[in-house]
């Protein structure tokens, strides 16, 4: 089993996160031994939805107007509709994203989620997916899209929806897994 002992992995989310893109990602690297961060836009609870139903709230952990890149090894963006077309227009959440692909480090994003890649101008080139309503709006920032349930371009993973949630969750710890023994080597 691969071990994330003593990596760091921010979630940045807000109201509206898609209740399993949250927890299942968060489960799976906690039970790695990754160290697991709620970054947000205000402090107390998030509101996560299913089926645009309001389901259970999540603690917040740290602001992201407060936090550093290099506080974590890896970035995880959930996705839901209300949670990234919210973080999007927050130049901090943008600001916090670009800034784990100016340092390298590894990204995921599901669903919704790559909606704030587009909004930090970091798709470029990049083979991506994401749910198909956003396709457009992937290409149109750059993005060469493509309809599967995990799709690997460098550091940064994406998947579609919950349906791919075992495979973005294994490939999101193989990822951080890969820039850890980058950095050792």
């Not at 890896?74 to 130049?91: M, W």
């Not at 349930?149 to 075992?166: I, K």
Request: aromatic residues 6%; glycine residues 8%; contains cysteine.
């Amino acid at each position: 089993m691969t071990t994330l002992s003593g990596k760091h992995i921010a979630f940045l989310a807000t109201d509206g996160v898609e209740e399993s893109e949250l927890s299942k990602p968060w489960e799976a690297l906690k039970e790695a031994g990754a160290k697991v961060t709620l970054v947000s836009l205000e402090k107390g609870e998030i509101q996560a939805e299913k089926d645009n139903e309001k389901t259970r709230t999540f603690p917040v952990d740290d602001l992201v107007g407060e936090v550093k890149v290099e506080d974590f090894d890896a970035l995880v963006l959930p996705g839901g509709l209300q949670n990234p077309d919210t973080l999007r227009s927050d130049k901090n959440a943008v600001a916090f994203v670009k800034g784990f692909f100016k340092a390298g480090k590894p990204v995921s994003a599901i669903c919704h989620g790559p909606w704030l890649l587009a909004e930090a101008d970091v798709l470029e080139g990049r083979k991506v997916t994401s749910y198909k309503s956003i396709r457009t709006d992937m290409l149109n920032a750059g993005a060469r899209w493509t309809d599967e349930a995990v799709v690997v371009d460098g550091n940064l993973v994406t998947s579609r929806c919950p349906d791919d949630l075992p495979a973005f969750c294994e490939k999101t710890i193989e990822q951080v897994a890969k820039a850890n023994q980058r950095k050792v080597a």
